[in-house]
């Protein structure tokens, strides 16, 4: 079993970021020595709390540093930071988060002797190939599919989108899906008017929120309980 494990990811924020919360607070628990590779221009006030409660447990540290959710010249400078801090704590598994995070696992991996596996969390799967930015994305997947050990995915759909825009071509793969701690869980005494319903995630177009309220809209107006 590997004992030291870094995770590298852009964004400290929403569920990738609660995603490798929960993956450091299990791996501390069970003896393991955990980082955390991060970007430091996003998040705010919020990540920088999440971050900061973490720092107990991520006895290989946190390391921050300013990183772009497109493709950019300043990824150059970021790989040079990141093999950098790599190199230094030694780890004996990398785990990329998201493409920006799989791709430096990737790279970094590939150059240190170090086996890479990436949780892709939707990131490039959600473009498709007839756009230029899910041309160039998409692209750059099919390239560093090959220097992964392999792939764990949160969700049936983002096994199924890989495969078929990016392709796993027997690339090894588990599906683990989040779960939650009993510490999650309290009671509510729900109003008399309370609809079951609930949505959880960020208020992104990407999550079809639109869709949503249409959807309850529609509902409304033929007036089914």
Same mark, same amino acid.
């Given at each position: 079993?590997?004992?030291?494990?870094?995770?590298?990811?852009?964004?400290? !924020?929403?569920?990738?970021?609660?995603?490798?919360? &929960?993956?450091?607070?299990?791996?501390?628990?069970?003896?393991?020595?955990?980082?955390?590779?991060?970007? #430091?221009?996003?998040?705010?006030?919020?990540?920088? %709390?999440?971050?900061?409660?973490?720092?107990? %447990?991520?006895? !290989?540290?946190?390391?921050?540093?300013?990183?772009?959710? !497109?493709?950019?010249?300043?990824?150059?400078?970021?790989?040079?930071?990141?093999? %950098?801090?790599?190199?230094?704590?030694?780890?004996?598994?990398?785990?990329?988060?998201?493409?920006?995070?799989?791709?430096?696992?990737?790279?970094?991996?590939? #150059?240190?002797?170090?086996?890479? +596996?990436?949780?892709?969390?939707?990131?490039?799967?959600? +473009?498709?190939?007839?756009?230029?930015?899910?041309?160039?994305? !998409?692209?750059?997947?099919?390239?560093?599919?090959?220097?992964?050990?392999?792939?764990? +995915?949160?969700?049936?759909?983002?096994?199924?989108?890989? &495969?078929? %825009?990016?392709?796993?071509?027997?690339?090894? +793969?588990?599906?683990?899906?989040? @779960?939650?701690?009993?510490? &999650?869980?309290?009671?509510?005494?729900?109003?008399?008017?309370?609809?079951?319903?609930?949505?959880? @995630?960020?208020?992104?177009?990407?999550?079809?929120?639109?869709?949503?309220?249409?959807?309850?809209?529609?509902?409304?107006?033929?007036?089914?309980?």
């Amino acid at each position: 079993m590997p004992r030291r494990i870094i995770h590298c990811f852009r964004a400290p !924020l929403g569920g990738v970021m609660r995603h490798v919360g &929960d993956l450091v607070t299990a791996q501390h628990g069970m003896g393991l020595d955990v980082g955390l590779i991060t970007a #430091s221009n996003l998040g705010g006030a919020g990540a920088d %709390k999440l971050l900061r409660s973490l720092e107990p %447990k991520c006895t !290989l540290g946190i390391h921050r540093l300013p990183l772009g959710r !497109l493709p950019m010249l300043r990824d150059l400078a970021a790989y040079r930071a990141i093999r %950098k801090i790599c190199h230094a704590l030694r780890p004996d598994l990398l785990h990329g988060h998201g493409a920006k995070g799989g791709a430096f696992a990737a790279l970094i991996g590939h #150059s240190l002797g170090v086996p890479a +596996f990436y949780t892709p969390h939707g990131g490039s799967l959600q +473009f498709n190939w007839t756009s230029t930015l899910g041309l160039v994305s !998409l692209s750059l997947e099919k390239i560093l599919r090959p220097l992964f050990t392999g792939l764990i +995915f949160v969700s049936e759909w983002e096994k199924n989108a890989y &495969d078929m %825009k990016v392709g796993l071509r027997g690339k090894s +793969f588990r599906i683990v899906h989040n @779960g939650l701690w009993e510490t &999650d869980f309290r009671p509510v005494t729900p109003r008399s008017d309370a609809a079951d319903l609930l949505f959880i @995630g960020e208020l992104r177009e990407v999550k079809g929120v639109d869709i949503m309220l249409r959807a309850m809209a529609l509902v409304a107006a033929q007036h089914v309980r």
